[in-house]
C-alpha cells in the first residue's frame, strides 16, 4: 500500500482554464499506479487533493493560486434562513444512500443535467463511459445520495467518506426542477449525515472567488480554507 512519503506525483502540460478565461492551468496527479486506500486518501484530501474517478489531483498552476480547498466545520455550522427555507420547501423529497454502480436511470438524469446545464463545460457532451469515469470508477469508499419524489429521481450526488469527514465530488439534478434548489439541499443533506455519523468536515472542494459559478461554496459559514498548508476560516467578504 502506497503512502504519502512513497507517492510519486505528475504534472500535467499548460491547459486552458475550465473556469478562469484567458488563464493556463497545470494540474498535479498522483500517480495513477499508487494503492490509495481510505487513510490515504484522507490525507491527500487535508492537504487539497481532489478524487476525479480512479485520479487524485490539485491544481499546481504557475503564479496563480485562485482554487482553494473548502471545508464546512459541520459541529459549528447552522444554516441560514435561506437554507432552513430550502429544507421546508423540499419536504416531498425522499433520501436514500445506495452503492456506487452504473443504473440507467441514474445515467439518464446526468444526460439531462450536462445537455442542459453544462453545454459549455468540458463535460459535454455526456456520454455513458464518460459516466462511469468520472462517477462510477475509483470510488471503494463512496455512496450515492438519490433524491426522489415518489419513484421520480430527481437528484442525486457521489459522495466519499473519509477519515475526519464526508467528500462531496459532485451533485447533478434534473433541470426541470430547478426552482427547488437541489444542489443547496444535497450538501445540506451531507452536513446532517457527516454529524450523524460522528466526523467533523464536509469537502467542497475548490472555491474560486472570481468565478461566479463557485459562489455557493461561500454561503455556508463558518467555512475553512486551505492556505500555506493551513486550515483557516474564511473571513466574511
Not at 486552458?16 to 484530501?45: E, I
Not at 415518489?150 to 426542477?177: C, K, N, Q, W
Request: hydrophobic fraction near 30%.
Amino acid at each position: 500500500m502506497s503512502s504519502l512519503r512513497t507517492l510519486i506525483f505528475f504534472a500535467t502540460p499548460e491547459h486552458p482554464c475550465s473556469y478562469l478565461d484567458n488563464r493556463q492551468a497545470t494540474t498535479m496527479f498522483v500517480d495513477p499506479r499508487a494503492a490509495v486506500d481510505k487513510h490515504l486518501y484522507s490525507q491527500l484530501t487535508e492537504l487539497g487533493f481532489r478524487r476525479s474517478g480512479s485520479h487524485y489531483y490539485r491544481p499546481h498552476c504557475h503564479g496563480c493560486d485562485a482554487c482553494i480547498p473548502v471545508r464546512i466545520p459541520v459541529q459549528q455550522f447552522r444554516p441560514k434562513r435561506s437554507q432552513r427555507r430550502v429544507w421546508r420547501s423540499n419536504s416531498d423529497v425522499e433520501f436514500h444512500v445506495t452503492p456506487v454502480q452504473y443504473r440507467e436511470e441514474c445515467y439518464q438524469l446526468y444526460q439531462r443535467y450536462i445537455h442542459q446545464r453544462h453545454q459549455d463545460g468540458d463535460m459535454f457532451p455526456p456520454s455513458r463511459e464518460q459516466f462511469t469515469s468520472f462517477l462510477i470508477e475509483g470510488t471503494p469508499q463512496g455512496f450515492f445520495l438519490e433524491m426522489r419524489v415518489g419513484h421520480r429521481l430527481i437528484a442525486m450526488s457521489a459522495v466519499d467518506t473519509l477519515d475526519d469527514g464526508l467528500s462531496a465530488i459532485y451533485t447533478l439534478f434534473d433541470p426541470a426542477e430547478d426552482a427547488r434548489s437541489l444542489g443547496t439541499l444535497a450538501i445540506l443533506w451531507q452536513i446532517e449525515e457527516t454529524r450523524r455519523r460522528g466526523l467533523s468536515h464536509l469537502y467542497l472542494g475548490y472555491w474560486i472567488r472570481q468565478c461566479r459559478k463557485m459562489n455557493y461554496k461561500a454561503r455556508y459559514r463558518p467555512l475553512q480554507q486551505l492556505t500555506n498548508g493551513e486550515w483557516r476560516l474564511l473571513e466574511n467578504d
